[in-house]
T-cell receptor
C-alpha cells in the first residue's frame, strides 16, 4: 500500500522567508504527484501536477520537484506572504492508476 | 475553477437514518471520487467511479454505497448513519484517473448525532 508522509506537520515562518515542504512516498511506481492547498473549511485547490517523467514544475512563486527513485518531492515557496498560510497536501496516484493517496499535510503559518 | 458542486454543504442527521450526498460536475470528466477527511487520518478514499454505472471501492468503503447513473452525477449514500461517519466529505473529478490532475469540490460537513 502506498504510504505518503509529509514533514513537517506544522511550520511557522516570518513573511518574506523562502521555505521548503517535504513529501515522501513508499512506492516509486507512480504516474504523477500533485500538490494541493487547503484553506480552513474549504476544499482543495490544485497547485502543481508533476508527471512521473518530469523533474519539476513551476507556477509563480511555487516550485515543486520530484525524485521518483528516492520517493521524494519538495514544494518550494519563495518570498512567503501571509496569504500563503494554509495546509499544503501532497498526493500520489495509487499504483492502479485510478485515484490519489494523500499525505496528512503541512500546516503553514506565515506571520507578518 | 472546475465545475464541481456538492450538496448539501452542511447536514446534521440522527444515527440510523439514511443520508445521500450529491456531487455534480460540469466538466464531463470520466472519473469521480468520494473522499472523507478526518483529523489525524487525512483524506481517505471511500469509492470511485470510472464511468457511468462503473464503480469500485476505496480503502474505507464499509457502510457506504455509491451510484452513478449519469456522467455528471455521483451519489454517496450512508445506508444507516453512525457517529463514526461524522466527517467532511469531498468529491473529486479527474479526466484520466490517477494519471491526470484531480479537482475537488468544496466539501460537505456531515454530523451524525
Amino acid at each position: 500500500k502506498q504510504e505518503v508522509t509529509q514533514i513537517p506537520a506544522a511550520l511557522s515562518v516570518p513573511e518574506g522567508e523562502n521555505l521548503v515542504l517535504n513529501c515522501s512516498f513508499t512506492d516509486s511506481a507512480i504516474y504523477n504527484l500533485q500538490w494541493f492547498r487547503q484553506d480552513p473549511g474549504k476544499g482543495l485547490t490544485s497547485l502543481l501536477l508533476i508527471q512521473s517523467s518530469q523533474r519539476e514544475q513551476t507556477s509563480g512563486r511555487l516550485n515543486a520537484s520530484l525524485d521518483k527513485s528516492s520517493g521524494r518531492s519538495t514544494l518550494y515557496i519563495a518570498a512567503s506572504q501571509p496569504g500563503d498560510s494554509a495546509t499544503y497536501l501532497c498526493a500520489v496516484d495509487h499504483n492502479s492508476g485510478y485515484a490519489l493517496n494523500f499525505g496528512k499535510g503541512t500546516s503553514l503559518l506565515v506571520t507578518p | 475553477d472546475a465545475g464541481i458542486t456538492q450538496s448539501p454543504r452542511h447536514k446534521v442527521t440522527e444515527t440510523g437514518t439514511p443520508v445521500t450526498l450529491r456531487c455534480h460536475q460540469t466538466e464531463n470528466h470520466r472519473y469521480m471520487y468520494w473522499y472523507r477527511q478526518d483529523p489525524g487520518h487525512g483524506l481517505r478514499l471511500i469509492h470511485y467511479s470510472y464511468g457511468v454505472k462503473d464503480t469500485d471501492k476505496g480503502e474505507v468503503s464499509d457502510g457506504y454505497s455509491v451510484s452513478r447513473s449519469k456522467t455528471e452525477d455521483f451519489l454517496l449514500t450512508l445506508e444507516s448513519a453512525t457517529s463514526s461517519q461524522t466527517s467532511v466529505y469531498f468529491c473529486a473529478i479527474s479526466e484520466s484517473g490517477g494519471q491526470g490532475e484531480a479537482f475537488f469540490g468544496q466539501g460537505t460537513r456531515l454530523t451524525v448525532v
